[in-house]
């Protein structure tokens, strides 16, 4: 069973010609209301993958709560801990230009009031993966990690956006997953994804996975480094690329597959993400997944 403990967000699309620069202003002519937020987002990816999901997180009172919900729902994802907050829902202010590069801005609103205590016991145990990413409050994160250890579930932590996190906690988790911007911000200092991976998996005492876009995924275990190349596609739009592959790895996991062969899963769920638009809407089946993964060669050692 997986259980995801993170943000629930209603997304706003605008598709521009080009990304603004700073002071610049824009013009598109619509936006599209699309369900999101890196927790339910990874939570549905998981969910259309073949696991059992719960989420857990918070909505407002406001016209996007109950279609953000519904959406999770239909997608097979158990809602019944998503509590609701007198505030507004978690929103994503999404642009995307033409080629599919994004830029985003999130007003957490509801989100920011999500809590580790909403996790019941019961669904604490080695049977479980926890999912986290960082859109809720970090203390509320690492308390989430720290319950989880404790009661021996296999804990996968998204460090996106990156931010401040309790070393302990960290270590405490046993799967990080950065992009390769969240990796620099996490180690403070400029390197290849490989040194950064390496690092990651000695120092916290966990499998580190930076993922590459186009160029793949590469994961450190502690006494191996594996490269694993992305799905040769156009990309019509990332937004969501991300998530794929975090919900997919984890239902793989949970299904008692090793990280290395759950990166082959993960990374074609990424690809098949960038060929529609939006965030949930693109996440693929398992049966879409295994229908390509040919085209995909497994993780190789690369040292």
């Known amino acids: 069973m997986i259980v995801v403990f993170g943000s629930v967000n209603a997304d706003l699309f605008l598709n521009v010609p080009y990304l603004p620069k700073r002071g610049q202003t824009v013009l598109c002519p619509t936006y599209v ?93 080695r049977e479980t993966t926890l999912v986290l990413q960082m859109e809720v409050s970090r203390t509320e994160t690492e308390a989430a990690i720290w319950r989880a250890r404790q009661a021996g579930c296999r804990i996968i932590l998204n460090l996106a956006p990156v931010g401040d996190i309790d070393e302990a906690a960290l270590r405490a988790c046993d799967i990080l997953v950065v992009n390769e911007g969240e990796a620099q911000g996490l180690a403070g200092v400029s390197d ?31 006494s191996t480094l594996f490269r694993i190349n992305a799905l040769d596609i156009d990309p019509i739009d990332t937004v969501g690329a991300g998530d794929a592959f975090v919900g997919v790895l984890a239902a793989r996991l949970d299904t008692g597959a090793q990280v290395p062969c759950a990166l082959r899963q993960a990374s074609v769920a990424a690809g098949l993400t960038c060929l529609h638009e939006g965030a949930q809407s693109g996440l693929p089946t398992m049966a879409e997944i295994n229908a390509v993964i040919a085209q995909l060669d497994p993780a190789k050692p690369i040292d």
């Not at 995307?96 to 009031?113: D, F, R």
């Open 33 to 125: 209301f699309r369900p999101g937020g890196k927790g339910a987002n990874q939570a549905v990816a998981a969910a259309r993958a073949g696991a059992e999901v719960k989420m857990i997180g918070r909505v407002g009172t406001d016209p996007y709560a109950e279609p953000v919900r519904a959406a999770l729902h239909q997608a097979g994802v158990d809602v019944n801990l998503i509590h609701h907050s007198e505030t507004m829902t978690g929103i994503a202010a999404v642009m995307v230009e033409e080629g599919g590069e994004n830029q985003i801005v999130v007003a957490s609103g509801a989100n920011l009031q999500a809590n580790a205590e909403q996790i019941p016991e019961a669904l604490l145990s």
């Open 192 to 222: 290849t994804p490989e040194n950064h991976a390496r690092r990651f998996a000695h120092y916290y005492a966990l499998d580190s996975i930076i993922t590459l876009g186009g160029s793949g995924a590469i994961l450190a275990t502690k």
